[in-house]
């Protein structure tokens, strides 16, 4: 991609654990790390302490039924109707940390090494359900079923949000017993009517890692360029990044 790139924050009411500096610490990050960022919209719940004059705020309120990718599915729904943001964006999670300098224009598409799995195991936790709806979804379509959640930026695009296609897809998606990934349904899509405009693809091998001490994050951060909170202990990593990235940014009141 060439240019700014503008960033999409999914922010939902009452799951912070961290009385929302999981979003504060990200945006830090990104003031600090990140190259070629455009505007940051925050849609859901908007923290009071967000700076308006440069985070674009789109409050709206969780759906009632409590299904994590239905509601994440609405709000981008949203953001993309109500507002102005870019043809080609980056959804991030409020938990994704850049610890080493990012360039959103050259982020690529990452996917995992396998397809969206066909069935599920005899003990489905509710995630095996997401991602078996998903293959179902896309597989009714004709689509790829390539497996591209992900816990890191994921591309969208306007344009083809828009197409009827994909509007009838995000419809059926919206029918399953748990909503499909929203980021699974748009990739596999865009590369489907056109993957020539993909930004380039990475594949990730979800050989996980977890680190327990501050020793062992300070060292992940030197050999990844985004840190989340599934990478470590929770209070460990809110103690390395208090630390790391102490001074208020731009996207913060004075």
């Known amino acids: 991609m060439e240019g700014k790139i503008d ?14 500096n999981e979003l504060r610490y990200s945006l830090r990050c990104i003031a600090k790390n ?12 908007c923290p009071f302490w967000l700076n308006t004059d440069e985070v674009t705020c789109l409050p709206l309120r969780d759906p009632i039924n409590g299904n994590k990718h239905y509601n994440i599915l609405t709000a981008i729904e949203y953001a993309i109707e109500q507002s102005d943001i870019s043809e080609n964006f980056l959804y991030s999670s409020d938990d994704h940390f850049y610890v080493q300098p990012t ?31 998903t293959h179902d979804v896309c597989e009714a379509f004709a689509l790829p079923i390539r497996f591209y959640a992900w816990h890191g930026n994921t591309w969208f695009n306007t344009r083809l949000w828009k197409q009827q296609r994909m509007v009838l897809l995000r419809r059926l998606a919206k029918t399953m017993r748990e909503c499909c990934d929203p980021t699974c349904l748009m990739l596999n899509y865009w590369e489907a009517v056109e993957s020539q405009t993909m930004p380039r693809t990475e594949v990730v091998h979800d050989a996980k890692v977890s680190a327990h001490t501050i020793a062992e ?23 390395w990044l208090m630390r790391n990235f102490p001074k208020r940014c731009k996207y913060e009141r004075n």
């Open 7 to 20: 960033i999409l924050y999914v922010v939902g009411k009452g799951f912070s654990e961290w009385n929302d």
């Open 103 to 133: 360039d959103f224009a050259q982020y690529p598409v990452k996917c995992r090494a396998y397809d969206l799995p066909n069935d599920m195991p005899a003990k489905p936790r509710w995630y095996d359900i997401t991602m078996k709806s």
């Open 217 to 239: 994050i300070k060292q992940m951060a030197k050999e990844k360029e985004v840190l989340s909170t599934t990478d470590t202990v929770a209070a460990d990593m809110r103690e």
């Open 34 to 45: 990140g190259i070629n960022v455009g505007r940051v919209f925050v849609v859901g719940h």
